[in-house]
């Protein structure tokens, strides 16, 4: 083996001294903090989706329908939010409510009230619901969520 003069004339690196940043070290600790970023953005939102909206604190047990009135009589059904989820509330007599979540359990898709036939309706698939939330037709696998509905002071209250 044999050394090249010039390699031998090559001053002696000083380990004390702090290492030059070259140009594809550079662009290499771009790249990995770059990684890094796009990998937060992924992750995050994943975590924010799992993570409950709310932990802890007061939660509403109960959300007001309104009063009577506000349905106009027998047979008519109102929506509300809870949360940003819609649910159903239908006036079933006088002095009786039934309400559901309005959200199908088959893909999703937002039902409604349908007075002429006293049924409820999933305009994606047909699917069909009774009064009482029971699937009568079409792919819903299961019944709509219900709710416990309750009348004080004249107003009407779902109970969460
Ligand atoms: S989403 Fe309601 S029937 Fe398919």
Redesign the pocket.
Known sequence: MTIRKEDAMLPEKDVNEPSEVTRRSFLDLVLKGGVVVWLGAMVAPAFSYLWPAHSGGSKKSTISAGTAKDFGGVGNSKMVKNEGKPIMVIRTAEEGYKAFSAI?P????I?KWDAASKSIL?P????VFSMDGKVVS???PKPLPEYNVVVSGGEVLIKL
Do not use: D, T, W
Request: charged letters at 0%; a neutral charge; one cysteine or more.
């Open positions: 199908c088959h893909l999703g898709c039902v999933c994606c698939h047909a699917g079409g792919p819903p």
